[in-house]
């Protein structure tokens, strides 16, 4: 098997179509490369299939002798050798997946430098401070990422010298104090592995190539591709490249740039740079950048050059691209390009504006592939509720949004509290990747370091987190930061931080949810346009502000209303409770025509919100314990102060009512089985709301979800009772003459019976609604209340499960269930309407199969409408 390709090298097809072989950054260096003949330095990738092999079972058969042979083929186009004493070649060993992962793997830079060949760089380069700080910092990289050892080890030595030679930087460290610094790092080296800093080119390289192979199983990356529902069997590229010096002097730079915006998605370039720096400087955050648009007044000419690369890379990838450059003694190389991360706005503006582009001409099922999940999310980040704030600091906007939490100093901390159900503003002077689950778990993020480019502000946009770099005037220390003025926040201060303006302010602001862009409205229009007569999108909604806001947001109806939560409210819950304690049928019916009036004001208020589009009501769905005390805490209470006649009732009614196994037991359907007048209640209250809404005018259109069902019988005896007691209020009401024939009744399938039996339901049933969050629980044999944290996580960890099933379906399985019973319902009623009311209707990659297996509605929360409506249409592009 072919494991190394040179990036010159002619493929069948275009490079940048091959991510899955060369990984994203080695596929777009190809196309640089041998399609668009751009100067890039020299190299070779090492394919996802050698790194999925030496995972596998270590290093491949032929590998090294591959590697070998791409070595030489380099050193012959550069005309330099690895590791020469005289004229040394030097390369970046960098990763590369199929998916961008900034910052989650191991990159080393200045490899092929050793004792010998740093005398020969510094007399190639005359510069024998540049020379011995290239290695300087390759031991130090080295050390940390191949050989693991920790990074204080050389941050040190680093401080010592700096102090010795009574200097604050180390670009002003003399060439004698690098050579000693050198020294002093070697010495680290031999201390934590006992042997001699490696000498030999073959072997550096080897390290390397293994430190990113096994960088990709890292904690930073799995957590990463956890976030970003990126597989873990993946893999990833390495590619090694010659290297190009922007730190060789002053007529030398590095920087980063984007084609457009990636804030915004305005027009024009945009991006980071650095005079005499390496790449790593840039997104590091260790110094403060310089605009890209002041590379013109450094670098005329390779600025126009650079804009002219823009302009070509855009016109061909037909999207806004992320590179990084190196100007080496004033020649321009293009290290790196790739489709640009992007906020919600900035996504939004791009995808809209690119099918007006001449050189792009985007249609528009392409714009609408462009937006995902967290850039909608994103547009609908909360701001500051009021402008007339008191300023404590200023940096820049890095990922727009507002954020409030208590300040916390290591991404440790950070995840512990976040943890804890704490809201956290993740403080650092700069993150790194080891930084990411604090990051994760952060509300928002700030920084007192870097620019726009930053790590931390890459993967708060990516993430959707709102975040404010580079704002010096904070100085932190330990695990406080202070103010000029004298001003002091610790940790566990609450902070407010603004990412779209960079302010922060001291203490908690009030937020407010941002008004939608306008090109938010284009996006949905166009996708509503694909859905129209395939899909529909409601929302889950239990009373009528919520009603409201889902049909704000582009609901076509209500998948499922859960009944039960009307009876929790206040001046409910003593009505049920005096129901379930009704010690006679005059007493329960009591009890019962209360909950009906209360009920049918409910029902007006959503069918007055939903007019004229369908609403799914369930029917009482919970155990009747949950409308009581706990048990516990009454017999706690009986032992120490004793119990109250009424709360002596409702002990005993609590400890008659308790189960063993309360979520597979007395609920559902066969609540309407001992308490056959509670369903009655419901359906009178809700045909009641419906005849009033037709005397107001208005065109109700109902669906009555019988929960729980497993066998046929079961929905034959439910209907009967709710088409009993639609006709006997229709019998009462002119008003519902009409309308009860056009009344629906279906159930939620939730167990695997009933999705194995669905043709005995499916006879009974005008319409199924998959339950997905029971359907999972009862399929794996998990409680979704005790299994998130510890048990799950250590499962994703150790690859049980790829994906937490309560997130995104189980295709394999518990789709299958959804699939199986949607044929064998169709199978016996061809006009069976099927839609799914469980938290997967607001997952995009479970929406994408309910799509495929032809359901025809999904039901989300009211927020995940805009998301859903995105959804299917892309399942239908």
Known sequence: MQFVFDFSHAHERPPKDLKDLLGGKGANLAEMTSVLGLPVPHGFTITTDACRAYMNGGWPEGLSDQVAKARKRLETSMGKVLGDPADPLLVSVRSGAKFSMPGMMDTVLNLGLNDESVVGLASQTSDERFAFDSYRRFISMYGRIVQDIPADEFDGPLEQAKESAGVKSDAELSAGALKALISDYKAVVQKHTGKAFPQSPDDQLRGAIEAVFGSWNGPRAFAYRNREKISHDLGTAVNVQAMVFGNRDDNSGTGVGFTRDPATGAQGAYGDFLINAQGEDVVAGIRNTLSLSALADSFPDVYSELMGIFSRLEGHYRDMCDTEFTIDQGKLWMLQTRVGKRTGVAALR???????????????????????????????????????????????GASPGAAVGRAYFSADDAAKYGDQGERVILVRSETSPEDVHGMIASQGILTSRGGLVSHAAVVARGWGKPAVVGAESIKISNKSFTLADGTTVSEGDYISINGTTGEIVLGEVP?????????????????????????????NADNGPDAKNARDFGAQGIGLCRTEHMFLADDRLPIVRRMI???????????????????KVDFVEILTAMDGLPVTVRLLDPPLHEFLPDVETLLVKEASTGLSED???????????????????????????????????????????????????????????????VTGEELEMARGWVEGAIDKVASQDANLALLKDKVTIGTMIETPRAALRAFDIAQYADFFSFGTNDLTQMTFGFSRDDVEGKMMTAYLEKGLLKRNPFDTLDQPGVGELVALASERGRQLKPDLKLGVCGEHGGDPESIYFFVKAGLNYVSCSPFRVPVARLACAQALI
Not at 679 to 685: I, P
Not at 704 to 709: D, E, N
């Open 511 to 539: 937020l407010v949810n941002a008004e939608a862009p306008k090109d938010l409205t284009t996006i949905l229009s166009w996708a509503d346009e694909i859905r129209q007569g395939k899909v529909s999108v409601r929302a």
């Open 581 to 599: 304690l009704a010690e006679g049928p005059h007493d329960e019916e009591r009890a019962l025509e209360e909950l009906r009036q209360a009920q």
């Open 647 to 709: 709360e002596e009732k409702l002990k005993k009614a609590a400890l008659e009512w308790r189960e063993q196994n309360p979520m597979i037991g007395t609920r559902g359907v066969r609540l309407g089985v001992l308490k056959p007048g509670l369903y009655e209640m419901q359906v009178t209250a809700l045909m009641q709301a419906c005849a009033q809404r037709v005397k107001d005018g208005g065109d109700p259109i109902v669906e009555i979800m019988i929960p729980l069902t």
């Open 350 to 396: 791009m995808a809209v504006e690119m099918t007006q582009d001449p050189a792009i001409k985007l249609t528009k099922p392409e714009a609408l592939m462009r937006i995902t999940e967290d850039h909608l999310s994103q547009v609908l980040h909360p701001q500051f509720a009021k402008s007339d704030l008191k300023v404590i600091a200023k940096g820049l």
